[in-house]
């Protein structure tokens, strides 16, 4: 079935260090892939998409580009924030049920000052 | 902006007790959704319903019942709570957005049973 595999955490970094979260997801015909973001004491809430290899999906200074060859749905950002910490769930929306996503476990992000 | 609601931010009920969760969206969304969320174990689907009074089990319905008699309302019950039940719960609505189906959260409520 559809999975979704995503580096394991907790990441910690320091402000301005440059972000990489690796994703890699098995699906059968062409997902729409997510990344969701959940700052603390909140529900998820959705920081980007791509619908379609190749499409990049960007928000508020973070990116992720659908590379159908590799599997994979990597979220980017150049210059972390202190306020970007949270903890980012990369995700897929299956062919096969096109309504119910499809998560990964998350990785908890820390930015140091 | 799409507005998910639930009806409680923090509860605590006793062993046995009957629990409503409630949840609102203000999206028109056909499609709504419970999560329960533990550490460890990432976000597991609990039940959804994909138009009013229908249901489909999830990975974990066990010890679950929903109820849907209105598009916007969504609501999660537990028929008996048990201390195994304590978690956050979140509650998701959906609707087609092009070719996507992104999911929009509620803030989420975080029961204990004790």
């Known amino acids: 079935g559809d999975s979704v595999t995503q580096m394991e955490g907790p990441v910690t970094l320091s402000e301005e260090a440059f972000l990489t979260i690796n994703c890699t997801y098995t699906?059968?015909?062409?997902?729409?892939l997510f990344w969701y973001v959940q700052y603390p004491g909140e529900g998820l809430q959705l920081l980007l998409k791509?619908?379609?290899?190749?499409d990049k999906g960007s928000n508020k200074g973070f990116e992720a580009t659908y590379r159908k060859e590799t599997t994979s749905f990597h979220l980017e950002k150049g210059s972390v924030q202190v306020s970007d910490s949270a903890v980012y769930f990369c995700?897929?929306?299956?062919?096969?049920?096109?309504?119910?996503?499809?998560f990964g476990s998350g990785t908890r992000l820390s930015i140091r000052p | 902006d799409v507005k998910v609601t639930q009806s409680s931010r923090y509860l605590v009920k006793r062993t046995g007790e009957k629990v409503f969760l409630e949840c609102v969206q203000d999206m028109d969304h056909e499609n709504m959704f419970w999560y329960r969320q533990d550490p460890g174990l990432g976000l597991r689907l609990i039940y959804f319903?994909?138009?009013?009074?229908?249901?489909e089990k999830g990975d974990i319905p066990e010890g679950y019942s929903v109820s849907r008699e209105k598009k916007e309302r969504f609501s999660l019950i537990l028929e008996s709570a048990s201390t195994n039940q304590t978690s956050m719960y979140l509650c998701?609505?959906?609707?087609?957005?092009?070719?996507?189906?992104?999911?929009?959260f509620g803030p989420g409520t975080r029961l204990t049973v004790t």
């Open positions: 998701a609505s959906s609707g087609p957005m092009g070719r996507s189906y992104e999911q929009y």
């Open positions: 791509a619908t379609k290899a190749d």
């Open positions: 995700a897929l929306s299956g062919y096969s049920s096109a309504s119910k996503i499809i």
């Open positions: 699906a059968t015909g062409y997902p729409s």
């Open positions: 319903s994909y138009d009013v009074k229908m249901k």
